[in-house]
């Protein structure tokens, strides 16, 4: 088969649909690439929140890559259980979740698990309970670098918070994080150049500290859009997590990391719904529906189909007069936006050179798997 039929699968009739595919070897050339792209694999702490497996945490490690960072305790717990050495929780444990944090560092002792901070009350919070189960929690301060979203300001309460931790039995704080995701121009030099604000603000916070004889943090910024800029830096961890699957949103928007699109969503044309129009079983259940209705997904071998409308279980496309299909055929379709809809899945079909060659399940999919 040609390159460009990459995604084309043997005995595609066993495959039920909608069903979720991973190509194997497309995401082994993105690991690859990833590493690749910075001089130091030990800066690189990929976000899981993409993929969501043990299988490919299991395939990270085996690439040499330690450290990873995730959103949910049961993301964490899937990479304890995948015995990662390093796991930040890039959130906030509040409530019962700060004893489910506990639980989940003693249950997993081989990983040393981290989680964010950006006031006083959590801060005492998670100090209290860690004393409480006689353990030390790593605490990163959470910055607000623009996200609006969570974190401190990288001013004096966030200097004043820093040296709290500091001072707070029961957690050790390890250093600085500031997620940037409100940085996603499509032209580099402009992400640059806002990214370069952003790193300006953690450099003089970074100062202060020192200055008053704190050491040095350290300091994880960024996710894929930034990412190429602050991979080119010294002493920063990166935290892309898009890399390993892609998708049709980052591909047209950031040109300058090729990887390659290695999931899609697979599709059956079930209605021929009038001389034009064709519907398939690709409702809003099965591909993430944050975006408008014409950018949810983009069909490789229908490019010219157009979203009319969608709800839970259809999705009505335009295809124009003459355009081929019959009820039963095959659409490959890659999302705009990749990791909501792994989430859509309990489990995905792996593909190697084409032929159907296991299943994985989106083990991190629920919100909780022990813990």
Not at 17 to 46: C, G
Not at 307 to 323: F, K, T
Not at 326 to 351: E, F, K, R, S, W
């Amino acid at each position: 088969m040609d390159k460009k039929d990459w995604y084309l699968i043997d005995q595609v009739d066993k495959l039920d649909s909608p069903a979720l595919v991973f190509y194997q070897e497309r995401m082994t050339a993105n690991i690859e690439k990833l590493k690749q792209s910075i001089h130091d694999i030990n800066r690189l702490r990929p976000h899981v929140k993409t993929h969501k497996t043990s299988e490919i945490t299991l395939q990270l490690l085996a690439a040499g890559i330690n450290k990873f960072k995730c959103a949910t305790i049961a993301e964490a717990e899937m990479l304890g259980m995948s015995k990662v050495p390093d796991v930040l929780l890039a959130y906030q444990p509040t409530g019962p979740k700060i004893n489910r944090f506990i639980q989940l560092i003693k249950t997993y002792p081989a990983t040393s698990f981290s989680c964010l901070i950006d006031n006083e009350y959590s801060l005492k919070a998670i100090a209290a309970a860690a004393l409480a189960a006689g353990i030390t929690v790593g605490v990163f301060v959470d910055l607000n670098v623009g996200m609006n979203r969570t974190g401190i300001l990288p001013e004096d309460k966030a200097l004043a918070l820093y040296e709290s931790v500091t001072a707070e039995k029961g957690v050790e704080v390890l250093g600085l994080h500031a997620y940037d995701g409100h940085i996603h121009d499509a032209d580099y030099m402009v992400r640059e150049n806002k990214a370069a604000g952003v790193l300006d603000a953690i450099s003089k916070l970074t100062a202060q500290l020192v200055r008053k004889g704190i050491a040095e943090p350290v300091i994880i910024a960024g996710g894929t859009p930034t990412f190429p800029v602050y991979a080119k830096l010294e002493d920063i961890e990166c935290s892309p997590g898009t890399f390993i699957l892609w998708d049709k949103g980052y591909q047209d928007a950031f040109q300058e990391q090729d990887y390659l699109t290695a999931a899609v969503v697979l599709t059956r044309v079930i209605s021929l719904t009038d001389a034009t129009k064709v519907t398939v079983d690709l409702g809003h259940k099965s591909v993430a529906a944050e975006n408008i209705l014409k950018k949810r997904v983009y069909f490789l071998n229908a490019t010219q189909a157009e979203a009319v409308s969608q709800s839970e279980e259809h999705l009505v496309l335009e295809l124009g007069p003459d355009h081929g299909f019959h009820i039963g055929d095959v659409l490959y379709g890659v999302p705009i936006h990749i990791c909501p809809t792994v989430a859509l899945y309990g489990q995905a079909t792996i593909v190697t050179n084409h032929k159907i060659t296991g299943e994985w399940k989106i083990i991190s999919r629920e919100r909780k798997i022990n813990i």
